[in-house]
């Protein structure tokens, strides 16, 4: 009786296939059938940021999305962002050297979000950042470091860029 | 916070999704983005039993422009309107994308989904019927266009048939000086009051700005006022016409806003939409 | 950002070490409660209540049964489970003795109340599950407001609260105070209200239960702050030993007090996989916690203080109501907030004479739980509205009234009968008007009134009393006491430590913040240290964290027992060297040598391998194994954190729109043992503070429906609406601490509202109005402006 949906579902790279009731949000699909728990879920209405992904590189709320909608498109999740090594990228660190976690339950939905939109966006102000940090809720920093952590890494990135 | 379980079909042709939306019936719901449609069904609030997907649907995204009109496809995202090059006929378009949820609503959410889902105070409304905007329509019957005043019976009620299906959204009259601001205490929220300002926006009355406001009625509410307000699309007599179209439009009492706030609002936004059109 | 990972004197403590906690939290292998599963396991979801005050004609879940992956689904009478009651042991004219049950009975007293558990093989099918449930409901008239709770024809809410009182006080009544008041040159009066609030922890509420035969334990890995409690709570409903309960708490996402209580659906869901023997996870969803946790907040204050025409305090006289919702808590009870606006109200101002009444009052709303500050943020409001308002009736400046009136000299006994600690309450507010005058706030406000535009700067001064343990609890009389914390310490054969704490941190960063206290004891790379915390087996006891403690105590306890390792260590290092105890010392360099002859040494991976594994060679009466404790409780009232708060902001003549421009915290901690986590707490406690003062309400239709069940309603702010923080930090160490260090945890969210509420009237002062309440209406401030300018008369309070 239960409606069940034959997806094939590319996630950090990896392709899985899958049968699930359509009903399944992306953000359960990542967390629970494939174990990929890292992506949180706080909300489930959008508006918290939390499951934040990206969905063919642009920062989207999985709990917003059914898997079944984005077979085909490239889904990555705050998994992907460490080296093969577990050594955390330059966002990753510009987290930590500039404490913009706490309890850590929203980090990884800011962590896609920055890392979507400087993708798009390398050279973005303060402000712009702060627009984009508006996206999600933190209930322990403050927002503030989480804007520095960005715009640092930006900054280096830019630097590195054009060293290099 | 889960939702009820639905059936899925993915449509990939505009044809096929009327058929399935004609065979479904009053049961089925079209999702493209799913921005509002998914918050809802978490809550249970609205429970399809069928969901026909078209956002893998060919050809529905992308922006065009026809001569001096400008066509937007239904699937294309918020994102994709904000950081189009649509300067200066449309840059209305463009700038009022940063009033719409946030960054990751707007990677996902549409055009034809926000009109669709028929929102008063959502910014694609307001601005459609400012703007004067044809919404194109597949259904069983084939192609129909609803001019946007058409469009909106009320709150989340369009004059869509279920087994409709928006493809297209056209402009078809530029607006380089034209604005929309609103206002919610958070940013990002759906506004209390918001007004969009074309300052070209009346053929008829070349010289008094068009205003359409969000929050004050179900529907985004146009508000054109008489030959008194000739000559009032210039710096200076902003504040006056503001004040006249607040005191013009009916306002009633409701939870948490009075009337006698949301008309000040009315008045403040209508100026600052105008100095931000005349700026433009 | 990278120098000074080491303190100035070459010390752990004082320096920002990078957290331990960061890297597995950052790359998505931080293992939250939903993260965590189980073979077989279930998942639960609660029929709740659709009424806010009715009787419960009857449950029938027979249907819930036949929706497709139901397993089971059971009642209170299915359960069976003891009543959760929390006791304080004061006449029952001040408290009442009420009990919170596990799922509904017989009655429900808010709207969102646990009444049955369905549980499914996954979450959606619990939610299926749901709809098939049908209760019938009597219904009472709600109670919803504090007008209505104490009318004298209202309905009760529990037949043992009379008049819906939980809680009565009168405290203090200094001898004479009456007269006080009767000479006093100027009675200055205040009228507040603070709205109900969330806590809102990002991570909600959750648990993952199941019985494991080879332990005879139930272990219950929960989300809480009170891991013990928990253990207690649930072995006590259940009817189990407390052996045969094990408590576990994994990464948390946060707490604020909210998970500071026993949860009635943590316990429904253990006993639920006591009785199935299988695994029952239950996540509360969002809609549940903004409607149906814990809350907290919703108070109303009536002062009256007497003033000399120098500005001088003289007198106070308060009466506070605290709206606690349907249940006193557990194990808190509906006291935590009546008792702490009692007690704590002075704040950092001499006060002569004293009297207070503090009542608790039962609605039919979610019940009451601490939330950061508790009572506090709205205490110090009414202090710093009465310094503002005396200013203003007596013609004099705000800052030198709050001058005349800070407590200077220390230690101070105040008229609430605490003894504060030294701290820099003048030199904070010096420090932060200095700062916004040379930021140039001062003429950027005259400027911009110049143009029309509406600014005001506002401060707040504050101390928060940190660490409360025995004595300062014990004062309050409630039957479970919180107050020591011990710690337990092994060091291995690699010289590595493990050191228990009864603490747990949920963001606060005890992973290296103790770490680096427990480090700079036994002079080890920070590396070497690993903090244990969160699972009753073991930790033998330990309250867990709130009420800024758990540095303090905490630290307190771990600190204990890495000196107690080190006199372990010295003591078998004089006896395999053959010299007196008093002859060795600790070499700085993970070893114990002869202080007169460094050369003879021993490093901690020697004398543990001695420990473990020549055991004959070790002293008589010593060990075997290297391991000691450490306990530490806080015999005095506490160790008083201090700060002052200066806000610029403009508003929105047009829209009525408060913007914060400028935040600056000037704070005193004592000892920072890690400066950055320190300036983390401070700026994430002003987010929420100004949350409270500007943005979150939780409120209720007439029915006692509430009418913030999603994120659009509830405005958590996001980064466009909290400004950047600046921080300046002073240090008064507190000697009686183990590190000098003083509470950091809450002092934010107490000191924003009181600031962002007296720069809001100081940018209103023309137009007459004065602003009493959080959060502050935009319409109200819209009027204000609209109105314009008056004369200079008295104002009017905007309610």
Redesign the interface.
């Known amino acids: 009786?239960?409606?069940i949906?034959l997806i094939e579902l590319n996630v950090n790279g990896e392709s899985h296939d899958l049968a699930i009731?359509?009903?399944?949000?992306l953000a359960?699909v990542l967390?629970h059938d494939l174990g990929?728990?890292?992506?949180?879920?706080?909300?489930?209405?959008?508006?918290?940021?939390?499951c934040?992904v990206l969905?063919d590189g642009?920062?989207?709320?999985a709990?917003?999305?059914?898997a079944?909608?984005v077979e085909?498109a490239e889904i990555r999740?705050?998994?992907s962002?460490?080296g093969p090594d577990?050594a955390?990228n330059d966002l990753?660190q510009a987290?930590?050297?500039?404490?913009g976690?706490?309890?850590?339950?929203?980090?990884?939905g800011f962590?896609m979000?920055a890392e979507?939109?400087l993708a798009?966006e390398p050279e973005p102000t303060r402000e712009e950042i702060?627009?984009?940090?508006?996206?999600?809720?933190?209930?322990?920093?403050?927002?503030?470091?989480?804007?520095d952590a960005i715009e640092h890494c930006a900054r280096k990135r830019r630097a590195d860029c054009a060293s290099g | 916070?889960?939702?009820?379980?639905?059936?899925?079909h993915?449509a990939g042709s505009v044809r096929r999704a009327v058929e399935l939306l004609s065979e479904l019936g009053e049961d089925a719901k079209v999702?493209a983005g799913?921005?509002s449609l998914?918050?809802m069904m978490?809550?249970r609030l609205a429970r399809p039993e069928h969901?026909v997907?078209i956002?893998?649907v060919k050809g529905l995204a992308g922006i065009r422009r026809v001569g001096g009109a400008l066509h937007i496809g239904a699937l294309t995202t918020h994102?994709a309107v904000e950081?189009a090059d649509l300067t200066p006929d449309f840059a209305v378009l463009s700038r009022t994308m940063?009033w719409v949820?946030?960054?990751?609503?707007r990677?996902?959410g549409t055009i034809g989904g926000s009109l669709a889902h028929a929102d008063g105070t959502a910014e694609w409304c307001i601005l459609a019927v400012l703007l004067d905007a044809r919404i194109v329509v597949e259904g069983p019957g084939g192609t129909r266009r609803i001019a946007a005043s058409d469009l909106f019976l009320g709150p989340f009620t369009s004059a869509l048939e279920p087994d409709e299906l928006i493809v297209e959204v056209v402009f078809p009259r530029r607006a380089p000086r034209a604005a929309l601001t609103e206002y919610a205490e958070r940013?990002?929220d759906f506004a209390i009051v918001a007004a969009a300002v074309d300052l070209d926006g009346c053929p008829e009355a070349p010289d008094i700005p068009l205003v359409v406001l969000g929050g004050v009625a179900p529907t985004p509410l146009p508000v054109r006022l008489g030959p008194d307000f000739t000559g009032t699309t210039g710096p200076g007599r902003f504040g006056e016409f503001a004040t006249a179209v607040a005191d013009q439009v009916q306002i009633r009492d409701d939870t948490g806003v009075s009337a006698h706030y949301r008309r000040g609002l009315v008045r403040t936004l209508v100026e600052r939409a105008c100095e931000e059109a005349a700026q433009a | 950002?990278?120098e000074g990972r080491i303190g100035a004197n070459g010390t752990w403590v004082g320096a920002?070490v990078?957290?331990r906690?960061?890297?597995r939290?950052?790359?998505?292998?931080?293992?939250?409660v939903?993260?965590l599963t189980a073979q077989g396991m279930l998942h639960a979801q609660f029929v709740r209540s659709n009424e806010a005050h009715a009787r419960i004609v009857s449950v029938d879940l027979s249907e819930v049964l036949n929706v497709?992956g139901v397993v089971a689904a059971f009642t209170a009478d299915d359960l069976n489970l003891r009543d959760m009651v929390g006791v304080m042991e004061r006449p029952e004219h001040e408290f009442r003795v009420t009990a919170m049950p596990v799922l509904a009975r017989d009655r429900v007293r808010f709207a969102g109340e646990p009444i049955a558990i369905v549980i499914a093989t996954d979450?959606?099918t619990a939610e299926d599950g749901l709809e098939a449930a049908v209760v019938t409901y009597e219904p009472l008239p709600p109670v919803v407001s504090e007008e209505a709770a104490l009318a004298p024809d209202a309905v009760l809410l529990h037949d043992e609260a009379p008049d819906n009182t939980y809680v009565d006080v009168t405290m203090f009544a200094t001898e004479g105070i009456d007269a006080v008041f009767d000479d006093a040159h100027r009675v200055i009066g205040v009228d507040l209200r603070s709205g109900r609030q969330n806590a809102?922890?990002?991570?909600?509420r959750g648990v993952v239960a199941e019985w494991i035969d080879r332990d005879e334990q139930l272990l219950v890995r929960t989300c809480t702050q009170i891991p013990h409690t928990i253990r207690d709570t649930v072995a006590a409903c259940a009817g189990l030993d407390e052996r045969q309960v094990r408590v576990i708490v994994p990464?948390?996402?946060?707490g604020?007090g909210q998970k500071s209580c026993v949860g009635r659906e943590e316990v429904a869901a253990a006993a639920a996989a006591l009785r199935l023997r299988r695994p029952v996870k239950w996540i509360e969803?969002?809609r549940d916690n903004l409607t149906a946790s814990f809350l907290g907040r919703e108070q109303h204050y009536r002062a009256r203080a007497a003033f000399d025409a120098e500005g001088h305090l003289l007198a106070l006289d308060t009466d506070v109501i605290c709206d606690m919702g349907a249940y006193s808590a557990y194990p808190s009870t509906a006291a935590i907030e009546p008792m702490m606006a009692a007690v704590e109200m002075p704040g950092v101002y001499k006060l002569p004479a004293y009297r207070v009444r503090a009542r608790a009052i039962a609605t039919n709303k979610a019940p009451t739980a601490a939330y950061r500050g508790v009572s506090r943020p709205q205490c110090v409001m009414v202090m710093e509205r009465l310094m503002e308002r005396a200013a203003r009736e007596l013609g004099l400046d705000a800052l030198d009234v709050r001058r005349r009136n800070l407590i200077t000299t220390f230690p101070y006994k105040n008229s609430n009968n605490i003894t504060y600690d030294p701290g820099s309450y003048l030199e904070s507010l010096n420090l932060c008007e200095q700062t916004l005058r040379e930021e140039g706030w001062y003429e950027r406000k005259a400027e911009a009134a110049a143009s029309g535009r509406v600014m005001g700067i506002g401060y707040a001064c504050y101390s928060e009393r940190t660490a409360l343990a025995s004595t300062a609890f014990s004062e309050r009389k409630p039957r479970a006491l919180v107050s020591f914390d011990m710690s337990d310490i092994t060091m291995d054969m690699t010289g590595s430590v493990r050191v228990t704490t009864g603490t747990l941190s949920?963001?606060?960063?005890h992973e290296t913040t103790m770490a680096q206290i427990v480090a700079d004891r036994l002079s080890l790379p920070i590396d070497k240290v690993k903090i244990v915390q969160g699972d009753t087996d073991k930790i033998t006891y330990g309250f867990g964290s709130f009420a800024s403690r758990s540095i303090v105590i905490g630290g307190g306890a771990v600190a204990a027992a890495a000196v107690a390792l080190t006199d372990q260590l010295r003591i078998l290092a004089a006896h395999l060297l053959e010299v007196d105890t008093d002859a060795v010392e600790l070499d700085g360099e993970g070893g114990v040598r002869v202080r007169d002859e460094p050369e003879r040494r021993l490093s901690y991976g020697d004398l543990a391998f001695v420990a473990y594994l020549q055991s004959p060679r070790l002293p008589k009466g010593f060990g075997p194994g290297l391991r000691a404790s450490g306990s530490y409780d806080m015999l005095a009232d506490g160790v008083f954190s201090n700060a002052t708060h200066g806000v610029v902001v403009e508003l929105d003549p047009g829209t009525g729109g408060v913007r914060i421009l400028r935040y600056v915290c000037v704070e005193d901690v004592g000892v920072a043992i890690n400066p950055?986590?320190v300036?983390?707490q401070c700026?994430?406690?002003?987010?929420?503070g100004i949350a409270g003062a500007l943005f979150e309400e939780v409120r209720y239709d007439p029915s006692g429906q509430p009418l913030a069940p999603?994120?659009?309603e509830y405005k958590?702010p996001?980064?466009?609406?909290?400004?950047?923080?600046r921080i300046e930090h002073l240090e008064t160490p507190s000697a009686l601490t183990e590190s000098g260090a003083k509470g950091a945890g809450e002092g934010?969210t107490i000191g924003a509202p009181a600031a962002v509420l007296n720069a809001v009237n100081d940018a209103l002062r023309d137009t007459g109005v004065e602003f009493d309440d959080t959060p502050i209406s935009r319409e109200l401030v819209y009027r204000a402006l609209e109105n314009g300018p008056v004369g200079p008369g008295a104002a009017t309070p905007a309610h």
């Open positions: 009786m239960p409606d949906q009731p359509p009903r399944r949000t359960d967390r990929l728990t890292g992506t949180h879920v706080g909300c489930e209405h959008g508006i918290c940021g939390a934040t969905i642009a920062p989207a709320r709990c917003l999305t059914f079944v909608q085909g999740t705050v998994e962002l460490a577990g955390m990753q987290f930590t050297d500039h404490h976690l706490q309890c850590g339950f929203c980090t990884p962590l979000l979507g939109y798009e702060r627009e984009v940090v508006a996206s999600n809720i933190c209930r322990c920093t403050g927002y503030h470091t989480i804007v | 916070m889960k939702p009820a379980a639905f059936t899925y993915r999702i799913g921005q998914v918050a978490n809550y969901l997907d956002a893998h994102h950081v940063r949820g946030h960054l990751p609503i990677t996902r940013r990002g | 950002m990278k920002s990078p957290r906690e960061d890297p939290l950052l790359t998505g292998r931080g293992r939250y939903d993260d497709p979450p959606y809102l922890p990002m991570e909600t990464d948390m996402g946060g604020f969803d969002r949920h963001g606060q960063s950055q986590v300036e983390g700026r994430g406690g002003i987010a929420q999603s994120f659009m958590v996001t980064a466009m609406e909290i400004p950047d923080i934010g």
